[in-house]
Nanobody, 121 residues
Framework: QVQLVESGGGLVQPGGSLRLSCAPS????????MAWFRQAPGKQRELVAR???????NYADSVKGRFAISRDNAKNTVYLQMNSLKPEGTAVYYC???????????????WGQGTQVTVSS
């Protein structure tokens, strides 16, 4: 089964930058979309950014102009560049992929384990 391997989380000061990475580990036939969600303690998981196979992107209003999602198709890897980070950005960030494995006949949704991002001075 496909696993999404996340990296890049950590501690950063307000106004600082961080880049997250997410790479599927299994045998992939195609990827429909990849996205980043985040969840703070006591809050619901929310969509941060999404990139579709054709390259179109969507962002939460709260991160527009500060975050950028990108994709390396050769590596099947998605990145989230986070600039001008705010304390409100402190959360566990989860990678999501809608993809089709070579052994299956239809796309499925997969989630990463999450990576902690802490924005604090």
């Amino acid at each position: 089964q496909v696993q999404l391997v996340e990296s890049g989380g950590g501690l950063v000061q307000p106004g600082g930058s961080l880049r997250l990475s997410c790479a599927p580990s299994g045998s992939i036939f195609s990827i429909n979309l990849m996205a980043w969600f985040r969840q703070a303690p006591g809050k619901q998981r929310e969509l941060v950014a999404r990139i579709i196979s054709g390259g179109s992107t969507n962002y939460a209003d709260s991160v527009k102009g500060r975050f950028a999602i990108s994709r390396d198709n050769a590596k099947n890897t998605v990145y989230l560049q986070m600039n001008s980070l705010k304390p409100e950005g402190t959360a566990v960030y989860y990678c999501q992929a809608v993809l089709q494995e070579r052994s299956r006949g239809s796309p499925r949704v997969y989630w990463g384990q999450g990576t902690q991002v802490t924005v604090s001075s």
